[in-house]
C-alpha cells in the first residue's frame, strides 16, 4: 500500500481548511471502503486523508412526515438497513441497501460516501434519485442544497468545489400511495457490484399513476433518469402494455458502455427486462 | 510396488470417523503461522516489476534511478542475474514437463512478466521503486490464440521445443479401427466445444522468505504444494548441493495444484537476499496471482463418435489443443493425461486421440485441480447428453449403458481394480427417482413464466497418482516416543484439506494408538523424507500408504519390545488404543509408554521406520446430479440442487472427503457459469486480474448439495482401499450444468463460462 498522512479532523471547518490547505491529492476519509482500496489499488494517488468519523453532529438520523428522512454524512448504510423505518417506508432503499458488499462492508460503508465516490455502478444512487433526494453540503462561506440528479458531473465526479463536504442527505417523505422498488442486477447474490440497477419511485390515484421516476444505474456516465419513458406511463394505469413500451424506451434512453462486466447490448436489455420488473414490484406495495 | 493383497475386513477405531483435525483451534483463533506471517530481523521487501508488453526483446534497462532511491537495497535484472535455463514444473522422474524458463530473459512473452526485482527496506518504498526502473522495448508481433500461434510463419515465442510453438509433440492415441467404427454406426455427432481460462484464485497469495546464513546455506519459506522440488530446482540453478537448501512450508492458503510450479519471484527472492545478505520477503497482490500464478488450460476441442442405434458407441474421433501461454509449466502433462482421459469415462473400442498444446504470449496456464480432464470429459459428456437426445433415450439411461465398468482398462493402460462409476449413477438414478424426474411436466410455473427448471447428469473418473507420467514414491517416517506417544514425519504439504490430520488417523489406526497420540511433523526439507508434492489427488492414496507400512513395522517393534518385557511370544499379544495386551489374557497388558520407557537397567527404546511406497494408481469415479433454473428474460443460471454420487473406496475422514466434494462443486459451478480470466485478444493485457471482476461463487450462491459418498470400490493400493478425492468433484459438475440448461431451455452449450448472455443470445436464435 502507498503511503499517505493521516489528519483527523475536529470540526466541519478543520476538515475544510485541511483541504484547501494540504493541496491536492487530500481526500475526505469517511468508512474508507472505497478511499483505502484505491490507494491500495493504486487507482488514485493520495497524499493526505482527513478522517472525519470524529465530526460531531454527522451521525444522526431523523424522520418526519413533511421533511422526511435525514441522516448525517457518517451513517453507516448498515444502520441504515436495520432501521424498521427504512424497511417499512422505504423499500427501494432497504434493498440497495441490503445489496451493497457484505455485513462487513456495510458497517464501515456510509451512504454519503456512496454518493461522493460517483460511480455509475453505486448501488444507493438509484433509488435516492428517483425518490428525489437532497444532498446538504458546508462549505466555509455557505450551506447549499442540491437535488441528488444534479450532484453529479460524470463518472467519480461530483458538484463538490474544493473544501466543500457533504454533511448528508434528505429523502422525502414516503406517503401512503407511494410504490418504490430497486432491482439490482449482477452475477452474484453477494459482494457483487452492479452490472444495472434500476429503481423506480411511482404514486398511485384510484389507479392511475399520477407520478413515477425511473433512474437507472451502470448504463451511463452517471446514474440517469428515463424521462420519455416517466412521461408515457404518467396517467396511464401502468398496464402490461404501457409498462412493456415505456420499458423500451428506456432501453433507448440509456448509454452503456461495454466491459469486462457485460456488453453495452446486454445492459440495455436488462434495462427492458428490469424496468418491467420494477415497475410491477413498486405496484405490489399496494396489492 | 504395487500392493494387490485383497481389502481386509476390519473393524475401525479411528479411520472413517471425522476426527478433530489437527489443525482447527490454530486456524480459528488466527494462531496459524502462514508464510506472510514470518518477520525477520532486518528483513527487505521484495517487489517485481511487470512488463505492460505481451511480446518484446528488452533494448536496454536503467535501474539507476530506483538504486539511488532512499531505502532501496538491490536491484536485479537479466544483465545480473545467472542465466539457468530451467524447468517451470520440475516434476522429478517424469518426461512431462519443458525447459523453458529463465529467472529472467532479455526477451518478454507476457504482458504482466517480470522484468526486473527491488528490494527495500519496506513494500512501499520496493513498489514505489519499480516505477523509477526504466526499460526500453522492441515490440514483437504477438498472438494470443493457439490457432494464430499455430499457423506457419506465426512469431515464435521461444526457440526452444518443436517449434511451430508447440510445447511438445502432438500425443496421439490409437485404439482399435476409428474408420471402420464409423463405417458401421448408425449415426455420427461432431462438435466442436471451448473450454476458458479459469483461474484457482486461492485464498493466500504466492508468498516466500529467503536468509542465507553465515555458511552459505539458504532457508526458504514458501507456499508451496511441492517443497521438495522447490528444493531441487533452487539448488540447480543457484548451484548449490541439497544440503545447502532447506525450504519450508507450515500452513498454506489453498493451491488446487497451481502452487506446483517453480515461480520466478521463487529465484529473484532467494537472489535478493543473497545479494543484499538480508532475508527478503516477497508477496504477490492479489493482481499477480492472477497475472503471475497460473490458471487452467483454455482448450478448443473437435469430437466426433459414432453410435449405434441400440446407444453403442463404436468410435471416437478427437482433437484436442490446449493453450499454454507463454510457458511450458504444466502444459505436456496436462495434454498427455487430459487426452488419455478420452480413452476412456464412455467405452468405446476404436479412438484416435491427438492432444497439442501450443504457446502464446498468455500467462501461463499449470497444474489446476482437473488437470486437463475437466475439459475433454465436459466435451464427452455433452456430446453423450446429445446422442441421447438423438436416439429420444433418457440420457441416464444411455450414460448408464456406456459407463466404463469391470475388465476396462484405465486412461494409464493398466486395469482399474475397483469400477464405480456404474454404481455411483445408478445410486443416484435411484435415491432421486431420476425417471419420473427426467418424464416430470415440463410447463412452467405461472407464478414465474420466464424461469425454466433443468436437469442434468455429468460423470468422471479421475486418477490419484500421476502415474505412469510419473513413477511416483511416497515416504513416510514413524517414530515412537518413549511415553508412548507417535510422531510422523511427512514430506506432504497442507494445503488445507486437512491431509495430515488423514494420515495421523492412519497412523494411529494401523499402530493402535490414540489419535491424540500422533504428532505430525511436516514442511521441512532438512528434516523429514522426500517428498514428491501434493498433487494428482494422491496424499492420502500414496503417503497414506506409506505412513501406513511404516506405523505397521514400528507396530511390530512394538509388539516385539512389550513381548519381551511381558516375557511372551510377540504373537500371544495385540495392539490396541495404546495398549498391549495378551490376547488370551486381556487383564495382562501394559500401555504402549510402559512398553517404550526404560526399566530394570534397560533404556527407553528407539523405535522409528520408514514406509516407502511406489504405487501405480487407482481410480476414483462420481456421477453429479443437478437441478438449475434459467432465467428466460435475464439469461441469470441458478444452480439448484447437486446431488454428487461418489465412490472414493474408502473413506478415512468423512466431513474432509465431503469438504473436498463440496469445495470442488463451488469451484466447478465457477467456471461453468461465471469464472474466467479474460485476456485482451489485441494487446495481451490482462482485463480482470481481480477478484471484483474475476467472479467466483460465494457461499450466498452456493445451492444445496446433497454429497454421497460411495465405499464400493476399494483399491488395494490405497490404505484399507482409500482412493483420491481432491480433483475429482470439479469435473463432473460442468457437463451436468450445461446438459441441466439444455434440459431447461432445449439450447446446447458447448463451452464455458455459459454466460447470460450467451442465454440469451441462443434463446433468440431458437425463437428466430
Ligand atoms: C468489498 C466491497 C464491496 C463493495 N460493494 C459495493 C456494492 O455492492 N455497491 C456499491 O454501491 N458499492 C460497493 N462498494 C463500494 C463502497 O463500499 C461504497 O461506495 C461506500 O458506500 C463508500 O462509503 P465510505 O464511507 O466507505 O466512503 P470512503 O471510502 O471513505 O469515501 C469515498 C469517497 O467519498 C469521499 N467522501 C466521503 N465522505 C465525504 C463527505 N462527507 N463529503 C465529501 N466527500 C466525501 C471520499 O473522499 C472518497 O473520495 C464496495 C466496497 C468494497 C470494499
Redesign the interface.
Given at each position: 500500500m502507498r503511503r499517505f498522512d493521516y489528519h483527523r479532523a475536529e470540526t466541519l471547518e478543520h476538515a475544510s481548511r485541511l483541504l484547501a490547505e494540504l493541496g491536492d491529492d487530500t481526500f475526505l476519509f469517511n468508512g474508507g471502503t472505497d478511499l483505502l482500496v484505491e490507494i491500495r489499488e493504486r487507482l488514485r494517488r493520495v497524499r493526505n486523508v482527513v478522517d472525519i468519523k470524529q465530526i460531531p453532529g454527522l451521525s444522526d438520523i431523523t424522520y418526519d412526515e413533511t421533511r422526511g428522512l435525514t441522516f448525517g454524512a457518517l451513517v453507516t448504510v448498515g444502520r441504515l438497513e436495520r432501521l424498521p423505518l427504512v424497511c417499512q417506508r422505504y423499500p427501494n432503499l432497504r434493498a440497495a441497501f441490503a445489496s451493497l458488499g457484505s455485513i462487513q462492508v456495510r458497517n464501515r460503508a456510509t451512504v454519503v460516501g456512496n454518493i461522493c465516490r460517483a460511480s455509475p455502478s453505486a448501488d444507493t444512487i438509484p433509488p435516492l434519485v428517483a425518490d428525489g433526494a437532497f444532498v446538504h453540503i458546508y462549505s466555509r462561506t455557505n450551506m447549499r442544497v442540491v437535488p441528488i440528479a444534479e450532484f453529479f458531473t460524470g463518472p467519480g465526479r461530483t458538484v463538490l468545489a474544493k473544501g466543500e463536504i457533504v454533511t448528508g442527505i434528505t429523502v422525502p417523505p414516503a406517503g401512503d400511495t407511494a410504490g418504490k422498488a430497486y432491482i439490482k442486477h449482477g452475477r452474484r447474490k453477494a459482494m457483487e457490484l452492479s452490472t444495472v440497477g434500476v429503481a423506480v419511485s411511482l404514486s398511485m390515484e384510484e389507479g392511475v399513476c399520477c407520478d413515477i421516476r425511473i433512474a437507472l444505474g451502470a448504463v451511463g456516465a452517471t446514474v440517469l433518469r428515463a424521462p420519455q419513458a416517466e412521461a408515457m406511463l404518467r396517467g396511464t394505469r401502468l398496464d402490461a402494455s404501457a409498462v412493456r413500451s415505456a420499458a423500451d424506451k428506456a432501453m433507448e434512453e440509456c448509454t452503456p458502455i461495454s466491459n469486462v462486466r457485460a456488453s453495452a447490448d446486454y445492459r440495455r436489455d436488462m434495462v427492458g427486462v428490469l424496468t418491467g420488473r420494477a415497475i410491477k414490484q413498486a405496484l405490489e406495495t399496494f396489492a | 510396488m504395487n500392493m494387490t493383497t485383497p481389502i481386509e475386513p476390519r473393524e475401525f477405531k479411528i479411520v472413517g470417523k471425522s476426527v478433530k483435525r489437527d489443525d482447527v483451534l490454530e486456524k480459528v483463533t488466527g494462531e496459524a503461522q502462514y508464510t506472510g506471517d514470518i518477520k525477520l530481523p532486518g528483513m527487505l521487501h521484495g517487489k517485481i516489476k511487470r512488463a505492460a508488453i505481451a511480446h518484446a526483446r528488452i533494448k536496454s534497462i536503467d535501474v539507476s534511478k530506483a538504486l539511488a532511491y532512499p531505502g532501496v537495497k538491490a536491484v536485479l535484472t537479466h544483465e545480473t542475474v545467472p542465466r539457468v535455463l530451467h524447468y517451470g514444473s520440475p516434476h522429478p522422474r517424469s518426461a512431462s514437463c519443458t525447459k523453458d524458463q529463465y529467472i529472467l530473459d532479455d526477451k518478454v512473452r507476457f504482458w504482466g512478466e517480470g522484468v526486473a526485482a527491488v528490494a527495500a527496506i519496506s513494500?512501499?518504498i520496493a513498489?514505489?521503486a519499480l516505477d523509477l526502473i526504466e526499460v526500453e522495448y522492441e515490440a514483437l508481433p504477438a498472438v494470443f490464440e493457439p490457432e494464430d500461434a499455430a499457423q506457419p510463419g506465426a512469431p515464435l515465442i521461444h526457440d526452444v521445443g518443436p517449434g511451430g510453438n508447440l510445447v511438445l509433440d502432438p500425443v496421439r492415441v490409437n485404439r482399435g479401427d476409428v474408420d471402420k467404427g464409423f463405417a458401421e454406426a448408425d449415426f455420427v455427432l461432431e462438435g466442436t466445444f471451448a473450454g476458458g481460462r479459469p483461474h484457482p484464485a486461492y485464498m493466500e497469495p504466492n508468498v516466500c522468505v529467503a536468509d542465507w546464513d553465515g555458511s552459505n546455506k539458504l532457508t526458504f519459506w514458501t507456499s508451496t504444494q511441492t517443497s521438495f522440488m522447490v528444493r531441487g530446482i533452487l539448488a540447480e540453478v543457484l548451484g548449490l548441493p541439497l544440503t545447502k537448501v532447506r525450504v519450508l512450508v507450515d500452513h498454506m492458503g489453498g493451491g488446487f495444484g497451481a502452487k506446483q510450479d517453480l515461480f520466478q519471484h521463487e529465484f529473484l527472492c532467494a537472489l535478493l537476499a543473497k545479494e543484499t545478505r538480508r532475508p527478503v520477503k516477497m508477496e504477490f497482490t492479489r493482481?499477480e496471482t492472477f497475472v503471475a500464478g497460473r490458471s487452467r488450460h483454455p482448450c478448443k476441442i473437435w469430437l466426433k463418435q459414432g453410435f449405434k442405434n441400440d446407444g453403442t458407441l463404436v468410435a471416437r474421433d478427437m482433437k484436442l489443443v490446449y493453450d499454454s501461454g507463454a510457458y511450458g509449466s504444466h502444459g505436456p502433462g496436462v495434454t498427455i493425461v487430459g487426452t488419455t482421459a478420452a480413452t476412456s469415462l464412455y467405452r468405446c473400442e476404436n479412438v484416435r486421440l491427438e492432444g497439442r498444446c501450443v504457446y502464446t504470449n498468455t500467462p501461463i496456464n499449470g497444474a489446476f485441480r482437473g488437470y486437463g480432464v475437466v475439459q475433454s470429459y465436459y466435451a464427452l459428456d455433452i456430446q453423450m447428453d446429445e446422442a441421447a437426445e438423438r436416439l429420444g433415450m433418457d440420457p441416464a439411461e444411455l450414460k448408464l449403458k456406456n459407463v466404463v465398468r469391470a475388465g476396462d482398462i484405465a486412461p494409464s493402460g493398466h486395469p482399474i481394480i475397483g469400477h464405480g462409476l456404474e454404481i455411483c449413477l445408478q445410486h443416484g438414478i435411484d435415491v432421486l427417482d431420476w425417471k419420473a424426474l427426467w418424464n416430470r411436466d415440463r410447463t412452467p410455473d405461472p407464478k414465474r413464466p420466464h424461469i425454466r427448471t433443468g436437469w442434468g447428469i455429468g460423470c468422471e473418473m479421475h486418477g490419484s497418482s500421476a502415474y505412469p507420467g510419473i513413477k511416483e514414491q511416497g515416504n513416510a517416517t514413524v517414530k515412537v516416543n518413549e511415553d508412548g506417544t507417535v510422531t510422523l514425519l511427512t514430506g506432504a504439504a497442507g494445503l488445507g484439506t486437512g491431509a495430515h490430520t488423514a494420515l495421523a488417523q492412519i497412523v494411529a489406526e494401523e499402530l493402535g494408538v490414540r489419535f491424540e497420540d500422533v504428532g505430525v511433523i511436516h514442511g521441512d526439507t532438512d528434516v523429514v523424507p522426500w517428498d514428491i508434492g501434493a498433487f494428482a489427488s494422491h496424499t492420502t492414496y500414496l503417503v497414506g500408504t506409506a505412513a501406513k507400512m511404516a506405523a505397521g513395522k514400528v507396530r511390530a517393534a512394538v509388539l516385539a519390545r512389550a513381548a519381551m518385557k511381558l516375557q511372551v511370544a510377540p504373537e500371544e499379544i495385540d495392539l490396541s488404543e495404546g495398549k498391549v495386551f495378551l490376547i488370551a489374557e486381556p487383564d495382562r497388558c501394559m500401555t504402549v509408554s510402559e512398553a517404550m520407557g526404560p526399566s530394570r537397567g534397560i533404556p527407553a527404546a528407539n523405535i522409528v521406520a520408514n514406509g516407502t511406497y511406489e504405487p501405480t494408481k487407482s481410480y476414483s469415479f462420481a456421477a453429479h446430479f443437478t437441478e438449475v433454473d434459467v432465467d428466460t428474460?435475464?439469461?441469470?443460471v441458478e444452480v439448484k440442487r447437486v446431488v454428487p454420487v461418489h465412490d472414493v473406496g474408502r473413506v478415512i475422514h468423512p466431513i474432509a472427503a465431503q469438504g473436498q466434494i463440496e469445495g470442488g462443486i463451488q469451484q466447478g459451478i465457477g467456471h461453468t457459469?461465471?469464472e474466467d480470466y479474460?485476456i485482451d485478444k489485441k494487446t495481451g493485457r490482462s482485463?480482470?486480474a481481480?477478484l471484483?471482476?474475476y467472479?467466483m461463487?460465494?457461499s450466498?450462491?452456493m445451492p444445496d448439495i446433497e454429497t454421497i459418498i460411495l465405499e464400493a470400490a476399494p483399491d488395494p493400493g490405497g490404505p484399507w482401499g482409500a482412493k483420491g478425492v481432491g480433483e475429482d468433484p470439479i469435473i463432473a459438475i460442468g457437463p451436468s450444468i450445461a446438459n441441466a440448461i439444455h434440459d431447461a431451455i432445449g439450447v446446447r452449450f458447448h463451452h464455458y463460462p455459459i454466460t447470460?448472455?450467451d442465454i440469451?443470445k441462443a434463446l433468440r436464435e431458437k425463437g428466430a
Open positions: - | 513494500e512501499e513498489d514505489e493482481h428474460e435475464t439469461g441469470l457459469l461465471t479474460v482485463l480482470n481481480g471484483v471482476d467472479k461463487p460465494l450466498m450462491d447470460p448472455e440469451l
